[in-house]
């Protein structure tokens, strides 16, 4: 195809055109108003869905690093 931000790859099943996000988004804006609000809102609850898994993942690391941190310091005393 030649165009920036597009690759075209041939073959029975993985075949197709694959572009950047950014051109999907704008191709659907240019095909609905409608569609493109779908795609935005389904984008942000996506986003919004990672960030909680990544939030809980970080207060888990930190949790663990406080009973390693914790246990240390029990060691220390008692001089284990």
Request: aromatic share 10%; charged share 30%; hydrophobic share 35%.
């Amino acid at each position: 195809m030649g165009a920036i931000g597009l690759i075209t790859k041939s073959g029975r099943y993985g075949g197709g055109i694959y572009g950047h996000s950014d051109i999907a988004l704008e191709f659907a804006s240019w095909l609905s108003p409608e569609f493109k609000l779908y795609i935005i809102k389904d984008y942000k609850r996506l986003k919004a869905d990672e960030n909680s898994r990544l939030s809980l993942n970080w207060n888990l690391n930190r949790e663990g690093a406080k009973l390693r941190d914790g246990k240390k310091q029990v060691k220390k005393l008692l001089k284990i």
